[in-house]
Structures are given as C-alpha cells and as structure tokens.
C-alpha cells in the first residue's frame, strides 16, 4: 500500500494497512527551527539552509531525507507569495509580514511576537483604506499543479498548505483582546473585517484549485478558537459570528477540490466540534489532549468518530521532551487505541514539535507508530 492509499483511506474513515503518520506536511505538523537542526545532526542528514513555513513561527519546511527517514505519509505543497506593498525585513529579528503585522523577536526567544497590529485603532471606514496585500497576482501558482501531480506520483498524500484563517487572520490584524472585545462591545467593526477577509480569501480558493485542486487529497485551514480551559468564546457568539463566515469559505473550499479540509485549530474546542464537522471540516487538528476534554480521545472518537477525523493526539506538553521512551511509546499506543479503529485517525505530534524534545523520542514515536498501528489493531494496552 502506498502512503497515499494509506492516507485516503484513514480519512475516508477505513482501515488501511496501518496509522498513517504526518510529519513536516505543515507548520502546526512540523519542528522548531532549533529541534530540526538536533534532529537532523541525530539522523546524520545534511542540513541545508532552512526552509520556512512561518519565519515568525520558526516552523521548518523539513528537508526531504529527513521525511524519508522519518516515513511521513503525505508531503506539502503550496503557493507562492502574496504581492503586498507592506512585507519588509528589517532585520534578522525583526519583520513587517504580507498584512503589515510587525513582527521582532526578542533576545533569546524561540518565536517572534506580535510587536505591532496595524487595526488595532482602525474604524470601519479605516478598512477601505487600508492596503490589502494582492493574494492572486500574476505567476503566484505557476508550477503548483505540476509539484501536487508529482507527489501524488511518488506515492504520497498532497497537503496543499495555503495560510488560510479568518478568526485568527483577524486576531493578527486587529490584535487579540481587541477583537475579543469587539465581538462583545463592536460587533459591526467584528463582522466588517471577517466579511473582508472573506471576500478576499475565496477568490483565493477559486483561483489556487483552479490550479491544484484536482491534485489535493488535504487542504490545510487554521483558527485557534480555543484555550486550555475552553473556547475563547462561547459557543453562541462562534455560532452567531464566526460559524457563518467559515462555512462559506470552506464551501468554496468545497467546490473546487475532493480534498479534505484539514483545521489546525488549538485548545479544548470540544463544544465546536459539531459545528466544525456540520460546516465542512473533515480533520480536526492538533487534538490539544492536554486541554480539558481533548485529553478525552476516547470520547472525542466515540462522540464524533463517524463525522471528523484527528491528526495529532502525541502530546508534546509533557510526553515528548521530559518522558522515556516508554512512557512516548505508551502515549502513542493510547492514542492509537482510542482514535484509530476504524479509521480516522492520523498520527502526529500536537502541534510542532519543540527543540526541547530529544530526537530519541522522536524516533520511538515513530517506531510506536509503525509497531503499534497496524491493522488489525492489537496489543495496545
């Protein structure tokens, strides 16, 4: 069975060979920039200058051998820049992104952080003002549909990795706690700005699947809706202002490609997951299971089971960098055990993985994987 075989059928809620695995296929399914340099001087690769998802968010692009060599199921693909007139780099640590955020970090730190979000005091009249970045311009898909047809080619799942949110795009912009504040206080400034970058993104849609849609099998979207505790919201205001937004674009999402819409979307989102699975979205990631009833993935797959799959689950909180060995195989058994009869369940670590975690841990997760996930399922205790 090739990757892809294992991949689809996982997703299509079947049993395929064993648990496929995802690693480097995205961001959130990937390695801080310093934990790939110690993972791959482990593996004895040849590290080549790094390849980012997100500069801000250090997330490494993995080089090829080191996919290879980790067995990852499903390799990435995605689009080229945006046009803006707002992107700089103004140094080593500090940059000015597509959507005029500003971005530094600090001596020491792993990430780089919001230093600046350019509608933070912005009016709604402000939004006709302000300068859009480009996100269709001429030659930014050349090529794509040619780099998803050839991994499908080589056996593996496409993940077609596009940067598309709308709550958290609008976090960004707005910055966080003023856009908590004006679901609640400035609801007409909230819906103005989704409505905008809706309008913005689906046009997106059209124009990138035009291209590659035919050649994805999954279609990565991200909106943190949740915290350790619970969602960031309550379940009526996601209802009343967020839901309906997101399910048109992920119904343009639809449209345009069989592929299956992947949302990266942390913390205990449990009172959202049916609205998520009843909007289009087919993959739930990262299963925070150190969040409330995340950590639940029995339940999670008895209560939702039928209508979402999970990618992720292996906590990296706790298990991966200060546990054994044992206790990174025992982790990935029990995940195994809950999420994967039946299909439905993609192996990976929640969220990217920290320089913290010893590549050994790595490799007996992995090895967990292969050892532990076949079908018929057994011996997970």
């Known amino acids: 069975m090739t990757s892809r075989e294992r991949v689809l059928m996982a997703i299509n809620h079947e049993e395929p060979d064993r648990v496929p695995f995802f690693f480097g296929t995205s961001g959130v399914t990937s390695i801080l920039g ?20 997100s500069k801000q968010f250090q997330y490494v692009w993995p080089d090829e051998k080191v996919l290879e060599r980790l067995g990852s199921d499903a390799r990435a693909v995605a689009p080229g820049p945006a046009a803006s007139s707002l992107r700089k780099e103004i140094s080593e640590d500090a940059m000015i992104d597509d959507w ?5 970090r600090s001596p020491g730190s ?13 009016t709604v009249d ?24 050839a991994v499908q080619e080589a056996g593996y799942a496409t993940v077609l990795f596009t940067g598309i949110s709308l709550f958290e795009q609008a976090c960004c912009l707005r910055r966080i706690d003023t856009l908590l504040m004006d679901m609640a206080a400035n609801e007409e400034f909230f819906t103005a700005l989704l409505t905008k970058l809706k309008e913005m993104l689906i046009p997106f849609v059209d124009a990138l699947l035009r291209e590659a849609g035919p ?12 915290m350790t505790q619970g969602p960031l919201m309550s379940p009526a205001l996601y209802r009343r202002l967020i839901k309906p937004h997101q399910a048109e674009l992920y119904a343009a999402i639809k449209r345009g490609t069989k592929a299956k819409i992947f949302l990266h979307s942390c913390g205990n989102i449990y009172p959202m997951l049916g609205d998520l699975a009843e909007i289009g979205v087919d993959i739930v990631n ?13 339940r999670l797959k008895r209560e939702f089971g039928d209508r979402l799959s999970f990618c992720g689950g292996i906590d990296t909180q706790r298990v991966l960098p200060r546990g054994t060995t044992d206790e990174v195989r025992a982790e990935v058994r029990r995940r195994i055990r809950d999420l994967a009869p039946g299909g439905g369940y993609i192996a990976a670590a ?3 993985i920290q320089p913290d975690v010893p590549p050994e841990n790595i490799l007996a997760m992995r090895d967990e994987i292969d050892q532990a996930g076949r079908y018929p399922l057994h011996n997970l205790r």
């Open 100 to 104: 005029g955020i500003t971005w530094a």
């Open 110 to 122: 792993l990430y780089f952080e919001m230093a600046k979000a350019p509608l933070q005091d912005s």
């Open 126 to 149: 402000d939004l006709d003002r302000f300068a859009w970045p480009d996100l269709t311009p001429p030659g930014r898909f050349d090529g794509l549909a040619d780099r998803a047809k």
């Open 34 to 53: 310093p934990g790939y340099d110690r993972l791959a001087r482990h593996l004895g690769a040849r590290r080549a200058p790094p390849r980012w998802f």
């Open 215 to 226: 050649w994805a099998d999954v279609f990565v979207v991200a909106d943190d809706l949740g």
């Open 286 to 298: 990262p299963v925070q299971v150190s969040a409330g009833v995340m950590g639940d993935t029995a």
């Open 350 to 352: 929640v969220h990217c």
